[in-house]
């Protein structure tokens, strides 16, 4: 029963449009969502956060948005590059069930984001 | 370059051998964990370990034996494992206080179980 869910396996972007990669969720208990990067042969590398007392936040071309009501995230990436080719996993963690303050990180299947040139 | 690193960064092994994946973090930080991703499926979490102290184990087989000697070391102790063991195993690490704290991975050890 997947409580992270990135339904879009994978998105296919012309380089210097938008990109929009989406995420639900299920547990009304998650209040700190994160996006996380991934190229191949790498390890997944933190890209941007928002706790549940925001809506959005923005970082660069970078921005999350976050609808509480309909349980739902999304990433938007604008302009995109062709660098931003990889997968994006977004993750929730309920603080409440924090221990000692390490975070139990539950993730989505990922999006594999392709732009092309 | 993200201050977590591990090794071996790949591995093959026998269902009868034994082998230990190691994680180190030069970030200063107190939690560690280890998670298991397998193809088509989301990571998973295995174990937590905050303040050298394991914190959580996900219903992890015993053929998993985790261990923490310091903040800054993380091991993962393989015997006996099978195939559908075979996955890509990360490290990551955090603060372990306060809220709201990403967490930093390792590039990951790419394991098969023959």
């Known amino acids: 029963d997947q409580q992270v869910k990135q339904n879009s396996p994978s998105l296919s972007v012309q380089e210097g449009r938008i990109s929009i990669l989406n995420c639900d969720y299920t547990n009304s208990m998650f209040d700190y969502f994160l996006w996380y990067k991934k190229y191949p042969a790498e390890g997944p590398t933190f890209l941007i956060s928002i706790s549940s007392i925001k809506d959005k936040n923005e970082d660069g071309r970078f921005t999350v948005f976050l609808n509480k009501s309909a349980k739902h995230l999304s990433l938007h990436i604008v302009p995109s590059q062709p660098g931003d080719s990889a997968v994006y996993f977004c993750?929730?963690?309920?603080?409440?069930?924090?221990?000692?303050?390490?975070?139990?990180?539950?993730f989505g299947k990922g999006t594999k984001l392709t732009v092309n040139p | 370059e993200t201050g977590v690193t591990q090794t071996p960064r790949h591995l093959v092994m026998g269902m009868t051998n034994k082998k230990s994946l190691k994680c180190e973090q030069h970030l200063g930080h107190n939690a560690m964990y280890w998670y298991k991703q397998s193809a088509k499926k989301p990571l998973e979490l295995m174990f937590v370990?905050?303040?050298?102290?394991?914190?959580e184990n996900n219903s992890v087989p015993s053929r998993f034996s985790p261990e923490c000697p310091n903040s800054s070391h993380l091991f993962l102790h393989l015997h006996t494992l099978q195939p559908e063991d075979s996955a890509l195993y990360l490290c990551?690490?955090?603060?372990?206080?306060?809220?709201?704290?990403?967490?930093?991975f390792g590039p990951g050890t790419r394991l098969t179980v023959l």
């Open positions: 370990y905050n303040f050298k102290e394991q914190t």
């Open positions: 990551a690490s955090s603060p372990g206080q306060g809220l709201f704290n990403e967490q930093f």
């Open positions: 993750a929730a963690s309920a603080q409440g069930r924090t221990q000692g303050g390490s975070e139990k990180l539950v």
